[in-house]
């Protein structure tokens, strides 16, 4: 599974992002997949996570009441909608795709993870 983020950019506090994780040449729908961000210097944070249907999804710290993910699994992509972004919200975002049923809700890493290249977002105040 080879896992693309993309969607990043520079907004301003209040702004809204929409991030895209596109699989080529696998059907994503057969993976839970996560997001995850990572600031320089500090631990990678996981941000939320979906199940391969789209019916089971997690949320954590942040992404709680601002951030949204989703799934089409006939465009092989999910989909972070950020709204509300706030400069602590900067940070180079992270997909990760398991083929495992326990991954999500509970981002348990059971099995082997296919992770993407990540994409820069920058909030400014």
């Known amino acids: 599974v080879q896992l693309q983020a993309s969607g990043g950019g520079s907004v301003q506090t209040g702004g809204s992002l929409r991030l895209s994780c596109t699989s080529s040449g696998a059907t994503l729908g057969y993976y839970a997949v996560g997001w995850f961000r990572q600031v320089p210097g500090k631990e990678r944070e996981k941000v939320s996570c979906i199940n391969n249907a789209g019916g089971v999804v997690d949320y954590r710290g942040p992404a709680k009441g601002r951030f949204v993910i989703s799934r089409d699994n006939d465009k092989n992509t999910v989909y972070l909608q950020m709204n509300r972004l706030k400069p602590e919200d900067t940070a180079v975002y992270y997909c990760?795709?398991?083929?495992?049923?326990?991954?999500?809700?509970?981002?348990?890493?059971?099995?082997?993870?296919?992770w993407g290249k990540g994409t820069q977002v920058t909030v400014s105040s």
């Open positions: 990760a795709a398991w083929d495992s049923v326990s991954f999500c809700p509970g981002f348990n890493f059971v099995g082997e993870g296919h």
